[in-house]
């Protein structure tokens, strides 16, 4: 694939003389791209003269950095402890089945990536997804196919879907109770 990496170029050349920069460079250039090719990677290892393989180390070190294109929608599902007592396995399962993907990869109409993390801070509604930055609490797989349908519909039409109003969503982070 052919990337313009005229933007990367820039940002290398905003953090060229600056020590401990590869963190904030490699951010930057996530943040234009989505995610850090491997044509990033190797252009910041020619102008900086840094190995790829120490590139290639920080980026799989903190889970924040993203080798791949990422799908329009991030899904993350929960499975702390009380995602997973209350089910969050099988969420996360049907998602990836549903999906066609294994956790951390996109779909190939670039529109849902699937994530697992860990507690995301709302236990007392569990089990809990994210998709984007919104938190849904007390998930059944009967709501999946809702919210998938709404993101989806939400691209093409900007309908939503009126099953979604069932579930407990929140915009800001919920309080645990
Ligand atoms: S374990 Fe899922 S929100 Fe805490």
Same mark, same amino acid.
């Given at each position: 694939?052919?990337?313009?990496?005229?933007?990367?170029? *820039?940002?290398?050349?905003?953090?060229?003389?600056?020590?401990? $920069? %590869?963190?904030? %460079?490699?951010?930057?250039?996530?943040?234009?791209?989505?995610?850090?090719?491997?044509?990033?990677?190797?252009?910041?290892?020619?102008?900086?003269?840094?190995?790829?393989?120490?590139?290639?180390?920080?980026?799989?070190?903190?889970?924040?950095?993203?080798?791949?294109? +990422?799908? *329009?929608?991030?899904?993350?599902?929960?499975?702390?402890? $009380?995602?997973?007592?209350?089910?969050? @396995?099988? %969420?996360?399962?049907?998602?990836?089945?549903?999906?066609?993907?294994?956790?951390?990869?996109?779909?190939?109409?670039?529109?849902?990536?699937?994530?697992?993390?860990?507690?995301?801070?709302?236990?007392?509604?569990?089990?809990?997804?994210?998709?984007?930055?919104?938190?849904?609490? +007390?998930?059944?797989? *009967?709501?999946?196919? $809702?919210?998938?349908?709404?993101?989806?519909?939400?691209?093409?039409?900007?309908?939503?879907?009126?099953?979604?109003?069932?579930?407990?969503?929140?915009?800001?982070?919920? @309080?645990?109770?």
């Amino acid at each position: 694939m052919n990337i313009d990496l005229s933007e990367a170029a *820039k940002a290398i050349d905003k953090y060229r003389d600056k020590k401990g $920069a %590869l963190i904030p %460079l490699l951010q930057e250039i996530q943040d234009i791209y989505g995610y850090v090719s491997s044509q990033a990677i190797g252009m910041i290892a020619h102008e900086l003269n840094i190995y790829p393989v120490h590139i290639y180390g920080v980026l799989t070190f903190y889970t924040q950095f993203y080798l791949t294109p +990422r799908g *329009k929608h991030t899904i993350k599902v929960c499975q702390g402890t $009380a995602c997973h007592v209350m089910g969050g @396995k099988e %969420l996360l399962d049907y998602l990836a089945d549903k999906l066609g993907v294994e956790v951390g990869e996109t779909t190939e109409d670039r529109n849902f990536s699937l994530e697992r993390v860990a507690c995301l801070g709302c236990c007392g509604i569990a089990p809990v997804i994210m998709v984007d930055e919104d938190f849904y609490g +007390r998930c059944t797989i *009967k709501d999946l196919d $809702a919210l998938l349908d709404k993101y989806t519909e939400d691209d093409s039409s900007g309908s939503l879907n009126g099953n979604v109003h069932n579930l407990h969503k929140k915009r800001n982070k919920p @309080k645990s109770n």
